[in-house]
């Protein structure tokens, strides 16, 4: 790697801030209000099926009843948003998630609710989630003409609303009643379709070809695979999520709680929040000739995160290394977010972002999973130390890949 590879270079042209675009901040609105509901999702639920007395088991059924839908119908859903516009797709699965959240509010009102009535709203809820999430990526470039600041603004966003939502959550729940959470969660899922409703008039037209489904996935695997910097990342993403995102939150909350309380977790988990966001303003100002490179660079610091619990580091220490490993991850996911949304057609981009999602997140549950018996044979401490090794390794196995170096920054319109 040479030093032209991370050079900072200015644009060819200054392109208007994405606050500008009355379209940007609908959709900044929106996405806001979805993630803090995304953030409150989880504390509610836990405190709804631990107050029904289905313990911690029912909890992860619960979360697994959530999360499969998202695993097994994510391409589905990139398939159907570049078929019927994101936008569409988008107000539906937000439509059909507040209707959940509302059901499963009215349930808790009553004294009987189920374990599998829970799982089957929420399986309904990460279903639509499922058709929600790969319009994400293909709605950016038609919002926003600066597509590096747009997703670092958006990277700003769900920090703050993953800092904000658990807290809004258990006050809710504290001083109202967890049926109540829900529904402001369903009110915040309302906003989000509201903001996305006027976006229908994007200039993009719906694809009204009569290809079946599975031609349409396959026409998506055609595009992912033809990019190997694309297929690379992925790769090595799939890998670092089953040996380091997988254990490094379980055994690291463990850890961390051990060795500075659960206040000191807080702060600690406040400290990598705190780096996420320093991590969007950096990706707002800094722009690098090769932008892989550079976030990969800055991925480094995210071996950090499962050191310091590993090596028991003193608590200033540990939440040093929060801000600098969670400023690594969002510069690398504005970095990511940017090369994907201006290198794709926007024809097949949901379709690719939906690849992309699935190759990113089907492991880290596997990860999870594992984490409990691999502590219990070699020490949860060791573990650790293993996982930030594989992260600086599979970091330097990206930068040796010359497809992933090599990618520049795709050209203003214009320039």
């Known amino acids: 790697m040479t030093m032209d590879e991370v050079t900072v270079r200015p644009e060819r042209i200054a392109l208007p801030s994405p606050w500008r675009s009355g379209r940007f901040r609908l959709f900044f609105t ?38 499969a839908p998202i695993v097994l119908l994510v391409l589905v859903g990139g398939v159907l948003a570049d078929r019927f516009t994101p936008q569409v797709m988008m107000v539906g699965a937000d439509v059909v998630r507040m209707v959940a959240m509302l059901a499963l509010a009215a349930l808790l009102a009553t004294d009987h609710v189920r374990l599998w009535q829970i799982m089957a709203l929420l399986a309904l809820s990460g279903a639509a989630t499922a058709m929600f999430q790969p319009g994400l990526a293909s709605l950016v470039p038609r919002v926003a003409e600066d597509i590096q600041r747009a997703n670092a603004l958006l990277r700003i966003s769900e920090a703050i609303c993953t800092l904000l ?10 001083y109202w009643d967890v049926a109540g959470s829900f529904v402001v969660i369903a009110v915040f899922y309302a906003l989000s379709a509201l903001g996305l409703t006027p976006l229908r008039g994007l200039g993009t037209a719906r694809d009204e070809s009569d290809e079946p489904l599975s031609r349409r996935l396959v026409t998506g695997w055609h595009e992912f695979r033809s990019r190997s910097w694309l297929w690379g990342v992925i790769a090595v993403w799939a890998v670092y999520g089953l040996f380091v995102f997988g254990p490094a939150l379980p055994l690291g909350a463990a850890l961390l709680t051990e060795q500075h309380g659960a206040g000191g977790y807080g702060w600690i988990a406040s400290a990598d929040g705190a780096g996420t966001i320093i991590g969007g303003l950096l990706g707002m100002r800094v722009r690098p000739a090769r932008p892989l490179v550079a976030g990969a660079c800055a991925m480094f610091f995210f071996s950090l995160n499962p050191l310091a619990p590993a090596l028991g580091w003193s608590f200033t220490a540990t939440a040093l290394t929060g801000v600098l490993a969670g400023c690594g991850f969002a510069f690398w996911g504005v970095m990511w977010a940017t090369s994907v949304q201006s290198h794709i057609p926007l ?31 070699f020490g949860a401490d060791r573990v650790l130390l293993f996982s930030s090794a594989v992260g600086l390794v599979l970091m330097a196995v990206m930068l040796c890949v010359p497809a992933i170096r090599a990618l520049g920054r795709a050209a203003p319109e214009g320039a």
């Open 347 to 377: 024809a097949v981009l949901s379709r690719v972002s939906a690849y992309d999602v699935a190759g990113s997140i089907m492991v880290i549950p596997l990860g999870r999973v594992l984490a409990g018996p691999a502590a219990e044979s």
């Open 165 to 174: 939502g658990p807290g809004v959550a258990g006050l809710l729940v504290a």
């Open 30 to 67: 929106a996405r806001s209000t979805s993630l803090l509901a995304d953030g409150m999702l989880m504390v509610s639920l836990t405190t709804a099926v631990l107050g029904a007395g289905y313990g911690a088991g029912g909890v992860g059924y619960a979360l697994a009843a959530w999360m």
